[in-house]
């Protein structure tokens, strides 16, 4: 079963960045894309953006592009999510997951229902 540890939140200034880990064991990593999602209380966990192997195509949400960077490491088995001019709405739970398929196949998936496991994730929290 594949296991997914997410690592790298923490508390910021709006305008400051933070770089986040995902490590994952269990599949073969070089197989799936990957993908970032957030969630705060309340609300349900969204997309964030993708990355596929081996063409390295990135997807994002519109309120992230130009901030956000999506990147992999395959020989690490990890990929990162590097945030840049964080605002206090980035504040959320990310949480990292993979998946057969494109880039565009693993944004349609429903967060609630067609993943087999979730990592603990890690606490992004931005303050104005």
């Known amino acids: 079963q594949v296991q997914l540890v997410e690592s790298g939140g923490g508390s910021v200034q709006a305008g400051g960045s933070l770089r986040l880990s995902c490590a994952v064991s269990?599949?073969?990593?070089?197989?799936?894309?990957v993908g970032w999602f957030r969630q705060v209380p309340g609300k349900e966990r969204e997309f964030v953006a993708a990355?596929?192997?081996?063409?390295?195509?990135?997807i994002y949400i519109d309120s992230v592009k130009g901030r956000f960077t999506i990147s992999r490491d395959n020989a690490k088995n990890t990929s990162y999510l590097q945030m840049n001019s964080l605002k206090p709405e980035d504040t959320a739970v990310y949480y990292c997951?993979?998946?057969?398929?494109?880039?565009?196949?693993?944004?349609?998936?429903?967060?609630?229902?067609?993943?087999?496991?979730w990592g603990q994730g890690t606490q992004v929290t931005v303050s104005s």
């Open positions: 269990g599949r073969t990593f070089a197989s799936y894309s």
């Open positions: 997951n993979t998946a057969p398929g494109s880039v565009r196949s693993i944004k349609r998936m429903k967060p609630s229902t067609d993943f087999a496991s």
């Open positions: 990355i596929s192997w081996p063409d390295l195509i990135t």
